[in-house]
């Protein structure tokens, strides 16, 4: 596709459940990112990849939150054992992986905890 | 990590007319990026412009130029000629320009109303 999408647009699940939220950046895009924001807030960073590798993961606040990108195209955000604090919308973003190259936004996934 | 403060939540502009978000940052690094990202309801972050600190001059795009203050960690937008579709949420954002660092960190918003 012409731009990064995510899937689903939105998610509801009670408090405990598994969720996987998945994102297709740009072809041929490199870099990948995780960001999470809480309402009323900015981003704030997950996880990068370069390719298949997790470059950086400082991001993930705990051990229930993982993601993977096993062929460096895809990447699935998991997160297990939810908890009503994960609710915010999850947003992805990709880039050519070049110094200064610009990342490119999804429109994220929007998960609320019940 | 660097810290980005956008000091005002809200802001009303008059269509036709000039409004200035305020950023300021923290940081240690003498190289790194800048950026304005405006989001929508839709939720989808659009780049809006950015500045690479070891430019001195002030970016511009179209209505959107910024006031760089390097010394004094400063990172301001202004939108001349307001109009509707301006109406989102601001963010400013910082990048590393570090070989391994590509992560932004953002302020918390700041939400441009435009009035008719």
């Known amino acids: 596709g012409a731009g990064v999408s995510q899937t689903p647009s939105n998610k509801v699940t009670e408090k405990g459940k598994y969720v996987e939220l998945r994102c297709d950046p740009i072809?041929?895009?490199?870099?990948l990112y995780w960001y999470r924001q809480s309402l009323g807030q900015g981003p704030e960073f997950l996880i990068y990849f370069q390719g298949t590798g997790a470059a950086d993961d400082s991001g993930l606040p705990n051990d229930r939150f993982f993601a993977v990108r096993p062929e460096g195209s895809v990447s699935t955000l998991k997160i297990q054992r939810t908890e009503r604090g994960d609710s915010a919308v999850y947003l992805c973003?990709?880039?050519?992986?070049?110094?200064?190259?610009?990342?490119?936004f999804g429109p994220g996934t929007r998960l609320t905890v019940t | 990590a660097q810290t980005v403060t956008q000091s005002q939540p809200e802001m009303s502009v008059q269509e036709a007319e000039t409004v200035t978000l305020s950023c300021t940052y923290d940081t240690s690094e003498s190289d790194y990026y800048l950026f304005w990202y405006k989001q929508p309801p839709s939720r989808q972050m659009i780049l809006v412009i950015r500045q690479e600190a070891y430019k001195q001059q002030n970016a511009t795009e179209n209505r959107f130029s910024v006031n760089f203050q390097k010394a004094a960690k400063s990172f301001s937008l202004k939108i001349s000629d307001s109009q509707l579709g301006d109406a989102a949420m601001y963010f400013c954002a910082y990048r590393s320009a570090g070989s391994n660092d590509y992560k932004l960190s953002f302020g918390a918003g700041t939400t441009v109303t435009v009035r008719a």
């Open positions: 072809s041929g895009h490199t870099a």
């Open positions: 973003a990709s880039s050519s992986g070049l110094a200064g190259g610009e990342q490119y």
